[in-house]
């Protein structure tokens, strides 16, 4: 019987380790570095029955896949720490590693983290180009898809690039379209798809914070129901979960502007450079509500804060409108 290969994963977040437990369902091994991490992600890693590993060259001997999911700033680090070890501990006689990563970067990022790993990995260790759309796994009710064991999930969508997996079946556990053989083309899509979502999240969040601050924010959300019932139901419930992970999306913002300017086209513009990109505004409209205001403090294993649409927009308008007042 041939055992089923083993999953590690750098690091533990709330996506991390809602995968984790997706595969720990599936009868999948998985793997972590957990030297230097908080105690948060120690818990979460112990929630999701993770084995825990003490360094990068235990987790790229054992592995068989691994899969980055950090902030993007992290992006290129975690790879080059991954095939640092792996160069060290992995020849070209070793197994096959599979290296997904998963982060939320441009395409140009994604290129030339695959040419880093092709000049300084073994070429057993195999880099595919991805990303995830969409909330962390977690259980369904019994109404939902049943699982390949029997169990239910709700699980987001994760475009790969590049190679292919050659595991058919951990390839449906975690709900992978193969977008075919070209580095970029996943993490292209994961900017486009974000933009759209995001984009509109902080539209949101300007909207209601300055009808908040005028005392139309009643009346705001009963002409919304009115006349657009869909959008104000999906913007007053996106907003809400977004305090605990402002932060990481003010470097994902960033790199989607460098995804259209330079694979869209929009850094060709007439007009001062940069002068198209207005994901670097919106950028600074989660890194407002990340440093500026309380909602920064959220964590979502504990929410105060900022847990209904108007909440969040009194959050933002306590810090904002002093500013105005000067």
């Known amino acids: ?42 818990k979460r890693a112990e929630a999701a029955s993770i084995t825990l590993l003490n360094s990068d060259e235990d987790l790229v001997v054992q592995a068989d896949y ?19 070890a792996a160069a060290s501990y992995r020849d070209e006689a070793s ?22 790993f092709r000049f300084h990995a073994p070429k057993t260790v195999v880099f595919i180009d991805g990303g995830i759309l969409g909330g962390p796994p977690s259980p369904l009710p019994p109404t939902g898809q049943k699982g390949g064991d029997g169990i239910q999930w709700k699980r987001p969508a994760i475009p790969l690039a590049g190679p292919e997996l050659p595991d058919p079946q951990l390839a449906r556990v975690l709900n992978v379209t193969h977008l075919g053989p070209t580095v970029g083309a996943a993490s292209g899509l994961k900017c486009c798809f974000g933009a759209l979502i995001k984009g509109l999240i902080a539209l949101s969040i300007q909207s209601f914070t300055t009808a908040e601050a005028l005392g139309v924010y009643e009346p705001l959300q009963e002409f919304l129901k009115h006349f657009q019932p869909a959008l104000q139901e999906s913007t007053t419930r996106m907003i809400t979960e977004i305090p605990p992970k402002a932060g990481r999306w003010v470097e994902e913002m960033w790199e989607i502007g460098r995804c259209f300017g330079e694979d869209g086209g929009w850094d060709n513009v007439t007009g001062p450079p940069g002068s198209a990109d207005i994901y670097r ?28 649409a108007i909440d969040v927009a009194v959050a933002i308008e306590e810090t904002l409108k002093p500013k105005v007042k000067e």
Do not use: C, W
């Open 281 to 308: 505004r919106v950028a600074e409209v989660f890194r407002t509500l990340a440093e500026d205001t309380v909602l920064g403090q959220e964590r979502p294993e504990h929410r105060v804060r900022g847990t209904t």
């Open 1 to 42: 019987m041939t055992r089923s290969p083993k999953v590690g994963i750098v690091s533990i977040g709330e996506m991390g380790a809602g995968i984790a437990k997706l595969l720990v369902a599936h009868g999948y091994v998985v793997l972590t570095n957990i030297t230097g991490r908080s105690p948060y992600t120690y």
């Open 95 to 116: 197994p096959p590693l599979y290296y997904l990563d998963l982060n939320a970067v441009s395409p140009g990022r994604a290129r030339h983290m695959a040419e880093e």
């Open 66 to 84: 691994i899969l980055s999911i950090v902030p993007p700033r992290d992006a290129l680090g975690t790879a080059q720490r991954i095939f640092t």
